[in-house]
């Protein structure tokens, strides 16, 4: 069968009929399992979903929903996100995000979210062949109309895959009589590329809550030269070091063929040397960022035991 070539190999009805497929075969497809039909009127071959993630499988509907809606229409929000490969944290999986110019309102449905903006010929381009919103304009449509945990999430995965905040302060000149304007300035000036990951850029803007602004990715070095870093947060200050997830950052120490279990007891002598040092290290997972008065509870207990380090 004929198939467009974007990942999942996708393939819609109309190009199906032209090379001579009937819709009973088709609908056979679908019932034997050989087809999914991942958008009315497009499908793609099931071994293909299967083999997918879950990103890999709203790509595909994306760029389906992108074939269905036509000239004029442009991915956008969370699903150009998703496009450009940038990192998210808790959207709609089920939902396509969609810009079309003015005139005419917005609508919102199951599958589809329409949003009316202006859409400048340099906030649009083309991602093997479906129109997107640009990385940036992408980020402040995120920053204005998502909270701000979602925006700076995205934001900073924007700007470690080399977006420069101008560019988003370029978008948001354009932008003057949009709503959600002051969020999205408040979210792309707290954008930091060194946050490496969604847990971690989640992780600075508790810490931000918390009255706390600490360094990233800050080496620290021992008074024999040896380098103990990067730590994650440095909080001098305090005499204080945040660490996320709580768990072995195996990327940091493990090279290939080496043995994971030796990583574990080198991190543990890396942890030893900076309480040596005098700083309180705390670390927390996943799940208590959900929980932030856990974490803050145990930073206070830390910054209470700790005299502040000014090096």
Not at 70 to 97: K, N, Y
């Amino acid at each position: 069968m004929p198939t467009h070539d974007r990942g999942m190999n996708l393939t819609e009805r109309r190009t199906a009929k032209a090379a001579g497929y009937s819709d009973d075969e088709l609908q056979r497809g679908c019932r034997t399992g050989e087809l999914y039909r991942i958008r009315p009127g497009v499908y793609v071959e099931a071994d293909g979903v299967e083999a997918a993630d879950a990103v890999d499988r709203y790509r595909a509907a994306v760029v389906a929903a992108a074939l269905k809606h036509g000239p004029g229409a442009v991915i956008s929000h969370e699903s150009a996100a998703a496009l450009h490969g940038l990192r998210q944290w808790t959207f709609d999986p089920q939902r396509v995000h969609v810009t079309r110019k003015p005139p005419g309102g917005g609508k919102v449905s199951a599958r589809r979210h329409l949003h009316r903006a202006p859409l400048p010929q340099d906030h649009v381009v083309e991602l093997d062949g479906v129109a997107v919103t640009s990385v940036a304009r992408t980020v402040v449509d995120i920053a204005r109309t998502r909270p701000f945990e979602n925006a700076v999430v995205v934001g900073d995965s924007a700007m470690r895959r080399g977006m420069a905040r101008a560019d988003a302060h370029a978008v948001l000149g354009t932008a003057s009589c949009w709503k959600g304007l002051p969020a999205a300035r408040r979210a792309i000036g707290f954008l930091d590329p060194r946050s490496d990951g969604v847990g971690e850029s989640r992780s600075r803007v508790l810490l931000s809550r918390l009255g706390l602004a600490p360094d990233l990715k800050r080496d620290i070095t021992a008074p024999d030269g040896t380098v103990l870093g990067p730590v994650d947060f440095c909080m001098p200050r305090h005499g204080l070091i945040g660490e996320f997830d709580g768990r072995v950052e195996y990327g940091r120490l493990l090279r290939f063929g080496a043995d994971p279990d030796g990583a574990t007891y080198a991190e543990k002598l890396r942890e030893d040397a900076l309480r040596d040092l005098g700083w309180q290290v705390v670390r927390w997972v996943w799940s208590e960022l959900d929980t932030p008065d856990v974490i803050w509870r145990r930073l206070n207990r830390a910054i209470a035991r700790g005299n502040g380090l000014s090096s």
